[in-house]
């Protein structure tokens, strides 16, 4: 699959048209941000760890009936991917308080939660990406009706399948974030399931085994990362 020209860059990847239209490459950085990027720095091997993490998550998933946009891993930095119309709604599935939902609700952090929280973020890096409900998708003219329907469904769904998985490793996962696009009139799960977008905390001790490393200054976060791809890629 012959690389070309880059589309887009953001902070955690790189995307590149290739010979056919409907497929791009996904190229994983070791760059590292936080706190609306004012927080920068690498993470090194981070890329290739998160390229593993989320090709054998993607395939686990496909397994399972999920629909992505995940092709094959190309090298320890790409993977191949259909290409996507972004919808601009970040979806965030909560199964313990933690981060923003502590914050905003007063809760403690680590507290699980009776049943799975699920919150939508609109994907606008000049408003700070802010809390956003089914009204104001439909007001912006994000998605339709049916695919928030599908979208709340999906992510339900992921969850459940990713919270079996990752148990099965001595993970909990805490949070996570999901971005849904479209190809072809088809709802795809697209981005990446890593540990820069994923709480996890290891299922005996509760050690933050995540991107919360780099946020807080809590040091070893490349063997956080590299313990995690051990985890779930072998």
């Known amino acids: 699959m012959e690389r070309r020209t880059k589309i887009y860059e953001g902070k955690a990847k790189i995307l590149y048209e290739t010979d056919n239209p409907d497929l791009v490459i996904q190229y994983f950085k070791d760059e590292a941000t936080a706190f609306d990027a004012k927080k920068r720095g690498i ?59 502590s914050k905003r609700l007063g809760f403690e952090e680590g507290i699980a939660l009776a049943e799975p929280v699920l919150e939508f973020f609109y994907k606008e890096d000049a408003l700070g990406d802010p809390l956003i409900n089914d009204d104001h998708v439909r007001l912006l003219g994000l998605a339709t009706p049916q695919e928030v329907r599908a979208i709340r469904k999906r992510a339900l769904l992921v969850n459940e399948l990713l919270r079996e998985f990752l148990e099965t490793r001595d993970l909990i996962l805490v949070d996570f974030k999901l971005e849904f696009g479209r190809h072809h009139g088809q709802l795809l799960l697209g981005d990446e399931i890593t540990p820069d977008g994923c709480r996890l905390w290891d299922k005996q001790t509760l050690e933050k085994m995540d991107k919360d490393r780099f946020r807080r200054d809590l040091g070893k976060v490349e063997e956080a990362y590299q313990e995690v791809c051990r985890r779930i890629c072998e």
């Not at 686990?60 to 259909?82: A, I, N, W």
């Not at 972004?86 to 199964?95: D, G, L």
Request: avoid cysteine; aromatic fraction near 6%.
């Open 43 to 101: 993470i090194e091997q981070k890329g290739v760890y998160n390229n593993r993490i989320s090709s054998v998550l993607f395939e686990y998933l496909k397994r399972q009936g999920v629909r992505t946009h995940f092709v094959r891993q190309l090298s320890d930095r790409e993977m191949l991917v259909k290409r996507l119309e972004i919808i601009k709604v970040e979806v965030v599935v909560r199964n313990m308080s933690a981060g923003s939902l």
